[in-house]
């Protein structure tokens, strides 16, 4: 639980890299994976916004209720 073998990948998207410079992902991820399970669990919860989904499918057979966006804090 404390990210022993986990290693921080170069961010692949574009608004990513525009948003947190490498310096800032690597605090993120450090801080991140320091803290123990319930910390983590407040992290990903405090950086989720769930809501409905925006548009139902045509035949109406989607289980689907939700939509779930995840953020992550910016300085």
Not at 20 to 40: G, M, P, S
Request: glycine share 6%; net charge positive.
């Amino acid at each position: 639980m404390k990210g022993e073998g986990r290693v921080l990948k170069s961010a692949r998207c574009s608004r990513c890299k525009d948003k947190f410079d490498e310096n800032a992902r690597k605090q993120i991820f450090t801080q991140f994976w320091e803290v123990d399970w319930l910390r983590k669990k407040d992290f990903v919860i405090g950086n989720t916004e769930v809501k409905e989904t925006a548009r139902k499918t045509v035949g109406g057979s989607s289980r689907r209720k939700h939509t779930v966006n995840y953020f992550l804090p910016s300085a």
